[in-house]
């Protein structure tokens, strides 16, 4: 599998954009308030986005002062949104596949990217690519769903329940084997990657990254009262997965 552009599909894009509409959502309750708790101050600071979909994020950069932030995305529909609705006049939209970043050829103070990375292929490689275009001794900070999250592939129910439903907790499968996992999610033959979490450490440690800070979502037990239908069942099991990561300020890559 190789560049899945899932969001120009017209079915996945209005679910995801009618699920980012609706207040309460991962996205916006669990995943961006620990992204954003680990970022640096960005106050003229040079930022890219990889996979900044509706551009949400660059807009909250530009209004946290980044002298400028470059969101790229492979997909056009999510960088029309982008542009239409979280625009600035310090944020540029560029439609670019992750797999291509070798080709900004320029370096930034901040790199960073949220729940994008599901998609990629080849992690190490792009964990690479990203390492030349972070300055030295600057950040990169990103998510992505946690292994133990993509570690099922819709072969069967995905929580074990209680006789009347209720989630009691996920099942997992093959949290081992990596590679593609295929399941019937909003769009039929859905896509993403599944890895270890050693996979992932590694593929950063390899890059030439020192690991500062991660994280794993966890869900108060507030939002599983307050929204059990959305959040109900999932306390043992971590959503999101976080790093936050230093280039040395001396590398052979500058
Ligand atoms: C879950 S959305 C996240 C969007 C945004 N970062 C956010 O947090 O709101 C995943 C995004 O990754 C983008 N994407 C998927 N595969 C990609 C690829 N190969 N290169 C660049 N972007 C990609 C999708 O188009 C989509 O906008």
């Not at 994020?57 to 960088?79: N, P, R």
């Not at 490689?125 to 292994?147: D, W, Y």
Request: charged share 25%.
């Amino acid at each position: 599998m190789a560049k899945q552009n899932v969001y120009d599909n017209d079915t996945f894009f209005e679910n995801f954009l009618s699920s980012r509409g609706n207040k309460v959502n991962f996205n916006d309750c669990i995943e961006t308030p620990i992204l954003f708790s680990m970022l640096p101050s960005l106050e003229g600071k040079t930022v890219l986005d990889i996979g900044c979909g509706m551009g949400q994020h660059a807009k909250q950069y530009s209004v946290m002062g980044a002298e400028s932030v470059l969101g790229i995305d492979i997909s056009a529909k999510m960088l029309e949104y982008a542009r239409e609705h979280n625009s600035a006049d310090n944020i540029t939209y560029r439609q670019l596949a992750m797999e291509d970043i070798g080709e900004i050829g320029e370096q930034f103070d901040l790199v960073t990217s949220s729940l994008v990375f599901d998609y990629i292929e080849d992690f190490p490689g792009l964990m690479r690519k990203i390492h030349t275009l972070v300055k030295a001794g600057a950040e990169f900070v990103f998510s992505m769903s946690h292994p133990i999250v993509t570690a099922w592939d819709g072969a069967y129910d995905r929580y074990t329940r209680t006789e009347t439903g209720e989630r009691l907790y996920a099942n997992l499968r093959n949290y081992c084997l990596e590679g593609p996992r295929k399941v019937d999610w909003v769009v039929n033959g859905y896509e993403c990657y599944h890895r270890t979490v050693s996979s992932l450490i590694n593929a950063l440690i390899g890059a030439g990254f020192i690991i500062e800070e991660c994280q794993e979502a966890h869900i108060s037990d507030d939002m599983r009262k307050q929204y059990p239908a959305l959040f109900g069942g999932t306390i043992h099991r971590p959503e999101f997965i976080f790093f936050r990561c230093r280039k040395p300020a001396q590398t052979d890559n500058g």
